[in-house]
């Protein structure tokens, strides 16, 4: 059963358009939603993360909303450009068992 | 320096061999973990060691042990390698803090068996 489920698999978008990726959980134990970004042949990397105190956090053109009662979260990319072409992972986790849930992935092409 | 460091990037093996991949992170974390990560980029834990004690153990064949030998490091041994182990596998290792939880995750191992 997966924990939590990220929309789109795939997503084009052309540059300077905004890049909207969306996930949802069910366990409402988690607290504590970071998004990671993976280039090819990398690892995952931190780009942004939330806690379910707040409906939004916007760090340079990526924001996080946080719907606490609907149990979704999404990151929206202001601006999109070619290098924020990756592969984008929404995670859930219990801060104090330190085990991330991770979503299925948003491959993200951003088009000159 | 490299954050979280494994070993080797590229493993190519036969069937029915046994290998190890080694990581190290020196970020002075107290917990760490082991990832598989499939031909569509599903990432699943695998295992996770907080201050070398084996605290996450998914479901996972027991041809797969991790080793945690000081805080610093965890290694992935995988016995009797099958076709279905072909994935990349990544190390990674957080710490809690305030805030949350932020997991550094090492360059990655693609696990290739023939």
């Known amino acids: 059963q997966q924990q939590v489920k990220q929309s789109p698999q795939s997503l084009i978008v052309q540059k300077g358009g905004i890049s909207i990726i969306n996930c949802a959980y069910e366990n409402t134990a988690f607290d504590y939603f970071p998004w990671y970004q993976q280039f090819p042949g990398k690892g995952p990397a931190l780009l942004i993360a939330i806690r379910p105190d707040v409906s939004e956090k916007k760090e340079g053109r990526f924001t996080i909303s946080f719907n606490k009662s609907a149990k979704q979260f999404s990151l929206h990319i202001m601006d999109s450009q070619p290098g924020d072409s990756a592969t984008y992972f929404c995670a859930a986790s219990i801060v104090n068992f330190n085990k991330f849930y991770f979503g299925s992935g948003t491959k993200l092409n951003v088009k000159p | 320096d490299t954050a979280v460091s494994q070993t080797p990037k590229y493993l190519v093996t036969q069937m029915g061999n046994d290998k190890s991949i080694k990581c190290e992170q020196n970020l002075g974390h107290d917990t760490m973990y082991w990832y598989k990560q499939d031909s569509k980029k599903f990432l699943k834990i695998m295992f996770s060691?907080?201050?070398?004690?084996?605290?996450i153990n998914e479901t996972v064949p027991n041809r797969f042990s991790p080793k945690s030998p000081d805080k610093a490091h965890l290694n992935l041994h995988i016995n009797s390698l099958e076709l279905g182990d072909s994935a990349v596998y990544f190390c990674a290792s957080s710490q809690r803090h305030s805030g949350g939880t932020e997991a550094f995750f090492g360059q990655g191992t693609r696990l290739t068996v023939v």
């Open positions: 060691y907080n201050n070398k004690e084996l605290i």
